[in-house]
C-alpha cells in the first residue's frame, strides 16, 4: 500500500506529522488523491465517524420546503434547489461530505499521477441504471463529461475545468467593442480518455489539486445518455429515488427505488418538495403547522421564532460563505486610499452582530476565510472612523464622498449588513445611497454596477477564491481588479503543495487586497436551516446539498 | 344594446393589441439578460451568448414582436422560461387557482359587507352603526400582509387550529377546504371593510330620501321599507365598486398568495416579472386586462338593468 501512495500524501503526512498540517487539512488531501476516506482517518489517528442518532427506521415521507425549480436540464443547472431535486435521483461521481471530506461515489477510487495533470477514475462495478437494469460503465461517464464541457450545454462546470481540460480559444467573432470572442474546447482529442469499461482517465494541460471536488460540482449529475441530456419524471438515473410528479413553482414528488440501489437504497419511502415563494414568513408557518419537515435555508429574521417552537430544531454550520462590498476602480474609488477608507470605516464585529446574529465570524477584508487551509492571520482591521477621515482628506476629498450601493432584498441578511454599513461609512464622511435590486436583475448585472454587494459561496481553498474572483481577467473578476504582481503571486500560491508555503505566498497576498483591494468583507457566516426533531440522518451541509436517502424518520 | 356591446368588444381588441405591444416593449427595457438568467450568475460569457443566439434574442424588437403576435392569433401563446411549460398550461393551472379563491371571497364579501353595510345605514348613527363603522374602518386601514400575520400569529402558531400555508395539496395532513380559510378571511376582512363603508354611506343617502320618510309615514313596516323600497336604490351605486373588486381579486391577491404561499395567479405575474418571462408576463397581462375591461362592460350593462334611467 504504501508504495503505492502518492508523493503529496507522503509529504502530506510528514507535514501532519510535524504538526504543519492539521488533521482536517490532511485528511482532505489525503482523500482527494485517492485513499480510501476510512484508511485516510486511520493514517490521521482519528476514528472513522459513525453513522449516529440510532438505527434507522424504514418507511415514512419527508417533504422539504424550498423553491421548486424547472428541472429539466441538471448540466446547467444555476441553483442549488434545483441540484437537490434531481440528486434524489442521479448521482455525483464524487462526494464532498458534511466534513469536507471528499469520498468515492459512482467511482470507487482514483489515482492522480505524481505531476497532478493526468486523473485515473475507476468506476464501480455494481452500479445499475434503474429502468432497464443496464450496467453503468465508463462510456456513460465519458457521454456525460463530454456534454458538461461543451460550451454549447451552457454548463457552468465549464468554470471549474478551464485551464486543466479545456483551454480557451478565439471563436474569430467579435463583440460591440471589436474585442475577439472567446470560447472554450477540450485542449486534446484524448483528454478525456476511457481506458476499459470502467475507467476514465483525465489527461489535463496543467495541474490541477481539484478535480475530486469539481467533479461534485452540483450541476455535475450523471445522466443515462439515452435521456439526451433531459430530465423529466420517470427519467432513468443511478440514484435512490424516481421522480414521479413535477409541478414547477409547486411540488415535485420522488418515490424510493425499490431495489438494486448500489448505496443499499432509500430509508424513506418517499420525498417531497413543496414551493413555499421566497416569504420566509410562509417558510416558518408551515414548519409549524407541520405541513413541511424541512427547509432549504433558515432566514436571519425568522431564528428567534424558531427557537421557541418546541419540534423544531436549528442546524448550523461553519462556512466561507460571505458577500463582499466591491467597488469598480472609476471615480472617487479609483484611488486606492479611498478604497482603504471604506475599509477602516467598516466595523466588521458590528455587521455581524446587527445583520447576522453572530453566527458567524468577523470579516477582515481579504476573501480567504479562517476555514480555508491557507489562510494566514493578517490581523484583524478594527473600525478607525480619523482614519477612515484622514485618508479621504488625503486623496481630495475634504468634504467626503456620495456613492450608491446595490444590493438584493433577499437573504434579508444582505440588506441588513449593507443598512449596518452604510451607517458606519457615514460617520466617515462615506455617504452612500443604497439600491435594491431584485435577485433576478442583480444576477444579470452584478458584474456591471460600479458599487454592489455580492454574496459569494463556500469554496473549500483560499487559492480557488483569489483565481476565480481576482486574478486578471478571471472567470468571476466583478471588480475587474488587475495587478501584475498579485496574479503571479497566485501562481505561485498553486504550486505550492505544502500548506505552509502557500500561507507564506497568502500572507503577502492578503496583504496586497488590505493595501489596495477592491472588497469590503464584513463576516463569515454560519449557514442554518430549520427541520422538524423527528428527521433523524441529516446533518447540514456547508453547501446546502440535501441528500433524502440517508435520513429517517423517528415517530 | 347591442351596437353599445359590439362597440365595447372592439374597443377590448384594441386595447390588447395596444397592451400586448407596449408589455413587450417595456420589458426590453428591464435591465435583465434572459440567458444569463437561465444559465445562472456562474456561466460564462461565451455560454451565454451562444444561448443568447439560440433564443433568437439577437433579432430586432419588432421582429420578435411580430412572430409573437403572429403565433398568438394563431392561439400559441409560447413557452414560458421560467416553467419551461406551455404558457397555456401554466397560466390557466395559476389562474383556475386564483379564480377558485377570488370566487369563494367574492361569494363571502359581497353577502358579508352588504348586510353589515345595510344594517349600519339604515339607522345612522344607532349603536350598530356605530360598531360597524368602527369595524369597517379597522379592517380597511390594516394592510393585507399585516392582517395576515395577526390571523397566523392567533390561529397557527397559537391555537394550532389552522394549516399555515396554502399550496393546495394534501401531503402536509391538512384537508384543502382548510387552506382556503386563512387567506379568505384576510382578503374578506381587508376588502369588506372598504365595501361597507361604501354600502353604509349609500344606504344613509338612500334613507334620507323623502319617498323613504313617505313610505314610514304611511304606516309601512320599517322592515318593508328597509327591503321593498331602500335596498335596490342602495345597492345602484356600490355595484360598480363590487365588480371592480373582480379585477382587485383576480390580479391583486399577490400579497396574499406570497404570505400564505398559494400558487395563484398574482405570485406567478410577480415571478415572471422578475425573471423576465416575457411569454408569460405577455399572457398574464392581456388576461388581467381582458378581466378588467369585461368587468366594466358587465358593470355598464348591469347599471342598465339596476337603473331604467340609463340608456345609451
Known sequence: MADKLHPIIKLAGREFADGKLDRRDFLRVATLLGVAAPIAFGMAGLPIPARAQGTPKKGGIVRLGSRVHDLKSPHTYSWVEAANGARQCLDYLTYTGVDNVTRPNLVEKWEASPDLKSWTLRLRRDVTWRKDNRKFTADDVAWNLKRMLDAKTGSSVVGLFKGFILEEFETGEKDDKGVAKKSTRLWDANAIQKVDDFTIRLNGKTANLGIPEALFHYPALIMDPLENGEFKVGSNGTGAFEMVELDVGKRAKFVARKSGHWGGGANIDAFEIIDLGDDSAAQVTALVSKQVDMIYQGAIGTYATIERIPHLQINIVDTAYTAVARVHSIKPFDDKRVRQALRHATDPDAVLKLAHRGLGKPGEHHHVAPTHPEYANVGYMKQDIAKAKALLVEAGYPGGIDAEIVCRPQPDWELLAVQTMVEQWKEAGIRVKINVMPSAQYWSNWTKVPFGFTTWAHRPLGTMVLSLAYRTGGAWNEANWSNAEFDKMITEAEGYLEVDKRRAVMAKLERIMLDEGPIVVPLWRQVFNYTDKKIKGYKLHPSSYIEAKDMWIDA | ?312
Not at chain 2, 49 to 55: E, V
Not at chain 2, 94 to 112: D, E, H, S, Y
Not at chain 2, 271 to 290: F, H, M, Q, R, Y
Open chain 2, 1 to 312: 344594446m347591442l351596437r353599445y356591446t359590439a362597440k365595447q368588444l372592439l374597443n377590448i381588441a384594441v386595447t390588447l393589441l395596444a397592451v400586448s405591444f407596449l408589455v413587450f416593449a417595456l420589458n426590453e427595457l428591464t435591465p435583465i439578460d434572459v440567458a444569463r438568467k437561465l444559465l445562472g450568475p456562474y456561466a460564462t460569457q461565451d455560454q451565454v451568448d451562444i444561448l443568447y443566439k439560440q433564443m433568437g434574442l439577437d433579432r430586432s424588437l419588432l421582429a420578435r414582436y411580430w412572430e409573437y403576435l403572429a403565433n398568438a392569433l394563431s392561439g400559441n401563446f409560447g413557452e414560458s422560461n421560467l416553467y419551461r411549460r406551455p404558457v397555456a398550461e401554466i397560466l390557466w393551472d395559476r389562474l383556475g387557482n386564483t379564480l377558485v379563491l377570488a370566487g369563494i371571497c367574492f361569494a363571502v364579501i359581497v353577502p358579508f359587507s352588504a348586510l353589515l353595510g345595510v344594517l349600519a345605514g339604515m339607522r345612522e348613527r344607532s349603536f350598530v352603526d356605530r360598531a360597524v363603522s368602527v369595524f369597517a374602518s379597522v379592517c380597511a386601514s390594516i394592510p393585507e400582509f399585516a392582517l395576515g400575520v395577526f390571523l397566523l400569529a392567533i390561529f397557527v402558531v397559537g391555537l394550532g387550529i389552522l394549516p399555515g400555508t396554502s399550496p393546495l395539496s394534501t401531503s402536509g395532513g391538512w384537508p384543502i377546504w382548510s387552506q382556503f380559510v386563512l387567506p379568505v378571511a384576510v382578503v374578506t376582512l381587508y376588502d369588506g371593510g372598504y365595501l361597507i363603508s361604501m354600502i353604509r354611506s349609500s344606504m344613509v343617502e338612500v334613507m334620507r330620501q323623502p319617498y323613504i320618510r313617505t313610505a314610514t309615514l304611511k304606516g309601512m313596516p320599517f322592515r318593508n321599507v328597509v327591503v321593498k323600497h331602500a335596498l335596490r336604490n342602495a345597492l345602484i351605486t356600490p355595484f360598480t365598486v363590487i365588480l371592480l373588486q373582480l379585477n382587485y381579486l383576480v390580479s391583486g391577491l399577490v400579497v396574499v398568495e406570497m404570505v400564505f404561499a398559494y400558487p395563484g395567479f398574482g405570485r406567478m405575474m410577480l415571478e415572471a416579472a422578475l425573471n423576465k418571462d416575457i411569454a408569460l408576463v405577455e399572457a398574464g397581462a392581456l388576461c388581467a386586462v381582458s378581466v378588467t375591461m369585461l368587468t366594466q362592460i358587465l358593470g355598464d350593462l348591469g347599471y342598465m338593468a339596476l337603473d331604467p334611467r340609463i340608456r345609451v
